[in-house]
Each structure stands twice: as C-alpha cells, then as structure tokens.
C-alpha cells in the first residue's frame, strides 16, 4: 500500500430515518418475491438507513444518500395503482424532520455544500432520497446501472424516475475498469476515486445489475467495504447468506467474493445500509482508522 493512500481523515455514519421490511426481504425464503411481498405480515423492527459519510484530504464524500422526507410527507411521491401498492408492501419508512441529509450532516458537523463527491450503491428510493440537496456535488453511479432506468416498467423495478432525473445535478456514470491491486482479489475491475487506491468502487451486482460497492483504505488503517443492499446483515453475509430481492444467483456470486476479499484484508469491516450492527462496528474500525 502506497503512502499516497494517506488520505482518509475521518468516516462516519448518519441515518436519515428507518425502514421495516419483510423478514423474507433480509434473508432469501426460498418464496417467489411478490408471493412473499403480498402475503407476508410480518416486519422487522426498524433498520437503519445509512449514509456514510468519507473525509477525504481531496473532498467530503458521501456512499449513498438516504430516503428523502418527502416520502412521508408527499402523497403523490409513490405511483399510484398496482405499482403503489408494492411500494406500499414492500417498506414502511419513519423519518424525523431532523432526519434530512443536509439536517444530518449538519449533526456531525458539516455543510451539505461541502459534499465534493456522491457515490451511488444503486438506484433505489432509499439511497437516492438526499439528491435533491446535492445541486453542488458530483453524483458517481455505475454507468449499468444508469442504463436499468431506460429499461421497460422502471418503477416495477424501484426505479421512480421523477425522483432521480432531477434538474441541476451533475452525473457522471463510471465503467469498471481492469485493476493492477492483486490485494482487492478476486475482484480485478473497478474504479479508483480519487486515484491514490484509498476509495475503490467496485462491481456487486446482483441487487441490482449495477450495484457498486465502496473500499476504504488508509495506511495501517482497518479497511472498510461499503455494500449498499449486497446484504443486510453483515453476520448473514459472511454466512453466505443472500437477501430475497434482487437476482440470486448474482447475489450468491457476489457474496463469496466479498467473503473471498474479507479473507484477503484482515479485519475487513462490511457496512451495509440498514445493518444495525454498522454504528458499532465502524466505530471498532475508525480507532485505527485515522492515519499515523
């Protein structure tokens, strides 16, 4: 590891509310998802939903950015019919008003102005909600997963357009591309951030056909991986267990590697969106987070 890596000053998590979603959503049942989506009455008790927020020497970078208030307080924020109710079915949200991005961030001491840097795990509702309050970043997805919005019934797939095509952000959509580090095997493409190896984006597909994941490295640091929805647990993922949304098979791939890098980096910390194990667990890595 270069000591150009040195660049990670501070990470920290917020949470711009929570969600309750089906048991079978967490951990693959084995059931047809809208079998389970339409009959399944039971909840889990409120998760999280996680932004995590990057202290970069070149910028404040956020990994996703929340759900937006407006999805409680705006009766027309969801479509209606059919498609409605599976949103209706698929999460319940409480969000404070003090649980926008910009009211949170300013809770640990930030400006929303300051955000350099948005990167995007994936398209849905829940970590898409703050882009409205980035007019002044960069907003980073995978450039397949931008592609899923011109596909047929978008909003069938969690995609609500309206919300993400919004006037006055900057996008930029990135390619994986062929990586030298044998230390993040076995993944062999990806992006590099900033170029110095401390934030590598990487392909997780499987929740999506673009998910990205985010590694964090600093010198003598614990590395950090960031993985959207890839699991909701992080104790489920290193089980090898899969959750009930998204393509399985993909996901089963997926998961081994991750696993496969976690062998690789000793100490390897997964943060997951809604894992409530995250809070704690960052704060065991950030101890040695900080840079000699």
Do not use: C
């Not at 600093?218 to 009930?244: F, I, K, W």
């Not at 393509?247 to 089963?252: D, M, N």
Request: hydrophobic residues 40%; without cysteine.
């Amino acid at each position: 590891m270069s000591n150009a890596m040195k660049q990670i000053e501070k990470v920290s998590v917020v949470s711009t509310g929570s969600v309750s979603i089906h048991p079978e959503h967490v951990a693959d049942s084995g059931k047809s998802l809208y079998w389970w989506l339409f009959t399944s009455r039971r909840w889990t008790e409120p998760l999280p939903i996680n932004v995590y927020v990057i202290e970069h020497s070149d910028g404040l970078v956020l990994f996703d950015t929340g759900q937006d208030r407006a999805s409680i307080t705006d009766p027309g924020y969801f479509p209606g019919g059919i498609t409605g109710l599976m949103y209706d079915r698929l999460a319940r949200f409480d969000i404070a008003p003090e649980q926008t991005l910009t009211a949170q961030l300013a809770s640990i001491g930030y400006d929303i102005q300051d955000v350099r840097t948005a990167v995007i795990s994936h398209l849905h509702q829940d970590h898409i909600g703050g882009l409205r309050e980035l007019t002044g970043a960069e907003i980073i997805v995978s450039r397949r997963e931008w592609e899923t919005l011109g596909e047929s019934h978008p909003e069938m797939k969690g995609l609500l357009r309206k919300h993400i095509e919004l006037p006055g952000l900057k996008w930029r959509f990135v390619d994986p591309e062929p990586l030298a580090d044998s230390s993040i095997a076995p993944f062999t493409s990806g992006h590099d951030l900033f170029g110095d190896g401390s934030m590598m984006l990487l392909p997780t597909p499987g929740h999506t056909p673009g998910s990205l994941s985010m590694l964090v490295r600093s010198e003598g640091g614990t590395p950090l991986l960031m993985v959207g929805d890839t699991t909701y647990d992080a104790d489920l993922l290193e089980a090898g267990r899969v959750p009930g949304v998204g393509e399985r098979e993909r996901l089963i791939e997926t998961t081994a590697m991750v696993n496969q890098l976690r062998e690789r980096q000793p100490g390897l910390t997964v943060l997951a969106a809604h894992d409530p194990g995250a809070v704690a667990a960052l704060a065991v890595a950030r101890r040695d987070l900080t840079p000699a």
